[in-house]
Protein backbone atom coordinates (compact mmCIF):
# COMPACT_ATOMS: atom_id res chain seq x y z
CA UNK A 1 0.00 0.00 0.00
CA UNK A 2 1.34 3.39 -1.03
CA UNK A 3 -0.76 5.95 0.71
CA UNK A 4 1.33 8.73 -0.34
CA UNK A 5 2.38 7.64 -3.61
CA UNK A 6 3.54 10.59 -5.49
CA UNK A 7 1.66 11.78 -8.68
CA UNK A 8 3.09 14.41 -11.61
CA UNK A 9 -0.02 16.75 -10.61
CA UNK A 10 1.13 17.85 -7.11
CA UNK A 11 4.99 17.94 -7.55
CA UNK A 12 5.20 21.01 -4.84
CA UNK A 13 3.22 19.80 -2.08
CA UNK A 14 4.75 16.95 -1.56
CA UNK A 15 6.00 17.20 2.19
CA UNK A 16 9.02 15.29 3.87
CA UNK A 17 9.08 14.25 7.29
CA UNK A 18 10.30 17.83 8.89
CA UNK A 19 7.03 19.43 7.49
CA UNK A 20 8.79 21.48 5.32
CA UNK A 21 7.55 21.45 1.40
CA UNK A 22 9.35 19.51 -0.86
CA UNK A 23 12.53 20.87 -1.11
CA UNK A 24 16.03 19.43 -1.35
CA UNK A 25 19.61 20.94 -0.01
CA UNK A 26 21.53 22.15 -2.48
CA UNK A 27 24.32 19.74 -1.39
CA UNK A 28 22.82 16.86 -3.03
CA UNK A 29 22.66 17.65 -6.14
CA UNK A 30 26.00 18.97 -6.44
CA UNK A 31 27.43 15.78 -4.47
CA UNK A 32 26.01 13.38 -7.42
CA UNK A 33 27.53 15.95 -10.11
CA UNK A 34 30.38 15.77 -8.27
CA UNK A 35 30.55 12.26 -7.87
CA UNK A 36 29.74 11.62 -11.72
CA UNK A 37 32.59 14.11 -12.82
CA UNK A 38 35.15 12.56 -10.76
CA UNK A 39 34.10 8.93 -11.78
CA UNK A 40 34.15 9.89 -15.27
CA UNK A 41 37.44 11.46 -15.35
CA UNK A 42 39.23 9.42 -17.94
CA UNK A 43 42.46 7.62 -16.52
CA UNK A 44 45.98 8.61 -18.45
CA UNK A 45 46.47 5.31 -19.69
CA UNK A 46 48.17 7.08 -23.36
CA UNK A 47 44.92 6.40 -25.27
CA UNK A 48 43.16 9.84 -25.09
CA UNK A 49 43.10 9.82 -28.30
CA UNK A 50 41.50 6.62 -28.70
CA UNK A 51 39.26 7.83 -26.14
CA UNK A 52 38.30 11.49 -27.24
CA UNK A 53 35.22 10.37 -29.09
CA UNK A 54 34.01 8.17 -26.44
CA UNK A 55 34.95 10.44 -23.46
CA UNK A 56 32.70 13.23 -24.75
CA UNK A 57 29.74 11.44 -24.84
CA UNK A 58 30.08 10.31 -20.85
CA UNK A 59 28.11 12.25 -18.33
CA UNK A 60 31.01 13.14 -16.62
CA UNK A 61 32.54 15.15 -19.24
CA UNK A 62 29.73 16.95 -20.54
CA UNK A 63 29.82 20.70 -20.19
CA UNK A 64 26.15 20.95 -18.65
CA UNK A 65 28.18 18.96 -15.68
CA UNK A 66 30.37 21.45 -15.53
CA UNK A 67 27.54 24.15 -15.42
CA UNK A 68 25.72 22.53 -12.96
CA UNK A 69 28.68 21.94 -11.11
CA UNK A 70 28.84 25.57 -10.73
CA UNK A 71 25.51 26.52 -10.41
CA UNK A 72 24.94 24.11 -7.61
CA UNK A 73 27.92 24.72 -5.84
CA UNK A 74 27.01 28.88 -5.46
CA UNK A 75 23.88 27.51 -4.19
CA UNK A 76 24.91 25.33 -1.80
CA UNK A 77 28.22 27.55 -0.10
CA UNK A 78 25.14 30.05 0.16
CA UNK A 79 23.19 27.13 1.94
CA UNK A 80 20.08 27.18 -0.31
CA UNK A 81 17.70 24.20 -1.00
CA UNK A 82 16.20 23.78 -4.72
CA UNK A 83 13.27 22.62 -6.16
CA UNK A 84 12.49 18.98 -4.72
CA UNK A 85 11.98 17.25 -8.30
CA UNK A 86 14.99 18.50 -9.51
CA UNK A 87 17.11 16.51 -7.39
CA UNK A 88 14.46 13.45 -7.97
CA UNK A 89 14.96 13.37 -11.40
CA UNK A 90 19.13 13.45 -11.13
CA UNK A 91 18.81 10.59 -8.85
CA UNK A 92 16.19 9.20 -11.21
CA UNK A 93 19.08 9.84 -14.04
CA UNK A 94 22.26 8.37 -12.07
CA UNK A 95 20.10 5.33 -11.42
CA UNK A 96 19.98 4.41 -15.16
CA UNK A 97 24.11 4.37 -14.88
CA UNK A 98 25.33 0.63 -15.21
CA UNK A 99 27.56 1.81 -12.21
CA UNK A 100 24.85 3.41 -10.23
CA UNK A 101 25.66 2.14 -6.95
CA UNK A 102 28.79 3.48 -6.92
CA UNK A 103 27.79 6.94 -7.92
CA UNK A 104 25.33 7.13 -5.09
CA UNK A 105 28.18 5.56 -2.48
CA UNK A 106 30.71 8.36 -3.91
CA UNK A 107 28.23 10.99 -3.61
CA UNK A 108 26.73 10.15 0.12
CA UNK A 109 30.20 10.38 1.01
CA UNK A 110 30.81 13.88 -0.43
CA UNK A 111 27.84 14.56 0.61
CA UNK A 112 28.14 14.00 4.09
CA UNK A 113 31.89 15.81 4.19
CA UNK A 114 29.85 19.25 2.21
CA UNK A 115 27.58 18.50 5.38
CA UNK A 116 29.63 18.68 7.87
CA UNK A 117 31.49 21.58 6.50
CA UNK A 118 28.42 23.66 7.22
CA UNK A 119 28.98 22.91 11.01
CA UNK A 120 30.84 25.83 12.63
CA UNK A 121 34.59 25.18 13.39
CA UNK A 122 34.15 25.95 16.88
CA UNK A 123 31.54 22.92 17.25
CA UNK A 124 33.49 20.65 15.32
CA UNK A 125 36.67 21.34 17.82
CA UNK A 126 34.13 21.22 21.00
CA UNK A 127 33.01 17.70 20.04
CA UNK A 128 36.76 16.57 20.97
CA UNK A 129 36.61 18.08 24.47
CA UNK A 130 33.03 17.45 24.86
CA UNK A 131 31.00 13.94 25.76
CA UNK A 132 30.05 11.59 22.56
CA UNK A 133 26.73 12.95 22.81
CA UNK A 134 27.65 16.09 21.30
CA UNK A 135 28.92 14.94 18.41
CA UNK A 136 25.53 12.81 18.11
CA UNK A 137 23.90 15.90 17.97
CA UNK A 138 25.82 17.05 15.36
CA UNK A 139 25.44 14.37 13.08
CA UNK A 140 21.56 14.42 14.01
CA UNK A 141 21.31 18.01 13.05
CA UNK A 142 23.44 17.59 9.94
CA UNK A 143 21.72 14.56 8.43
CA UNK A 144 17.78 16.20 8.90
CA UNK A 145 18.80 19.50 7.91
CA UNK A 146 20.67 18.47 4.44
CA UNK A 147 18.93 14.78 4.19
CA UNK A 148 15.81 14.74 5.80
CA UNK A 149 17.02 11.72 7.66
CA UNK A 150 15.87 10.69 10.83
CA UNK A 151 18.93 9.70 13.67
CA UNK A 152 18.52 8.49 16.83
CA UNK A 153 19.94 6.13 19.65
CA UNK A 154 18.63 2.63 19.38
CA UNK A 155 19.64 0.61 22.69
CA UNK A 156 22.95 0.52 22.22
CA UNK A 157 23.32 1.60 18.67
CA UNK A 158 22.18 3.90 15.99
CA UNK A 159 19.23 3.77 13.51
CA UNK A 160 18.12 6.12 10.83
CA UNK A 161 15.09 7.12 8.76
CA UNK A 162 13.13 8.84 6.25
CA UNK A 163 9.77 8.32 6.20
CA UNK A 164 8.95 9.85 3.12
CA UNK A 165 11.59 8.76 1.03
CA UNK A 166 12.78 10.96 -2.11
CA UNK A 167 15.00 8.09 -3.36
CA UNK A 168 11.84 5.99 -4.00
CA UNK A 169 10.52 8.67 -5.62
CA UNK A 170 13.17 8.75 -8.01
CA UNK A 171 13.80 4.78 -7.90
CA UNK A 172 10.79 2.74 -7.08
CA UNK A 173 12.93 -0.06 -6.56
CA UNK A 174 15.31 2.02 -3.40
CA UNK A 175 18.40 2.02 -5.59
CA UNK A 176 18.98 5.61 -4.48
CA UNK A 177 18.50 4.99 -1.14
CA UNK A 178 21.92 3.67 -1.39
CA UNK A 179 23.24 7.42 -1.46
CA UNK A 180 21.57 8.38 1.81
CA UNK A 181 22.59 5.14 3.87
CA UNK A 182 26.18 6.43 1.89
CA UNK A 183 25.94 10.39 3.32
CA UNK A 184 24.68 9.42 6.83
CA UNK A 185 27.07 6.45 7.33
CA UNK A 186 29.75 9.10 6.54
CA UNK A 187 28.29 11.72 9.00
CA UNK A 188 28.71 9.27 11.81
CA UNK A 189 32.49 8.93 10.82
CA UNK A 190 33.05 12.45 11.00
CA UNK A 191 30.71 13.20 13.78
CA UNK A 192 31.33 10.07 16.45
CA UNK A 193 33.54 7.70 16.47
CA UNK A 194 31.25 5.42 14.47
CA UNK A 195 33.44 3.06 12.17
CA UNK A 196 30.96 0.56 11.18
CA UNK A 197 28.43 -0.29 8.26
CA UNK A 198 24.49 0.94 8.24
CA UNK A 199 22.15 -1.51 6.91
CA UNK A 200 19.18 -0.65 4.92
CA UNK A 201 16.54 -3.59 6.93
CA UNK A 202 13.98 -1.55 5.74
CA UNK A 203 12.92 0.12 2.36
CA UNK A 204 9.71 1.54 1.14
CA UNK A 205 11.63 0.43 -2.14
CA UNK A 206 10.62 -2.75 -1.13
CA UNK A 207 7.15 -2.69 0.38
CA UNK A 208 8.02 -1.29 3.91
CA UNK A 209 6.28 1.78 5.54
CA UNK A 210 9.58 3.30 6.16
CA UNK A 211 13.07 3.34 4.59
CA UNK A 212 15.35 2.77 7.94
CA UNK A 213 19.19 1.91 8.68
CA UNK A 214 20.75 0.61 11.73
CA UNK A 215 23.98 0.43 12.67
CA UNK A 216 25.98 -2.43 12.30
CA UNK A 217 29.78 -3.77 12.79
CA UNK A 218 32.13 -3.66 9.59
CA UNK A 219 31.98 -7.29 8.92
CA UNK A 220 28.57 -7.65 8.71
CA UNK A 221 26.87 -7.92 5.67
ZN1 LIG B 1 14.99 2.64 1.09
Given amino acids: MLPCAPSSAMPLT ?34 EEFHDE ?34 TALLRLVGRRADAGLVYAEAGRRAARLAAARVPGTLRLLRHLLPPGFGRFLARRAAADVFGVVLRRDGATLAASMDDSIAVRATPGGAACGFFGSAVAELLRIFTPFDGALLHDTCRGRGDGACHWRAGPPEEE
Fill in 54 to 87: LVVKRLGMNRTVVAQIQRYGGLARADKRVDGEEV
Fill in 14 to 47: HRVTTGIPFRAHAIIPLALFEAVRALDLPTDDGL
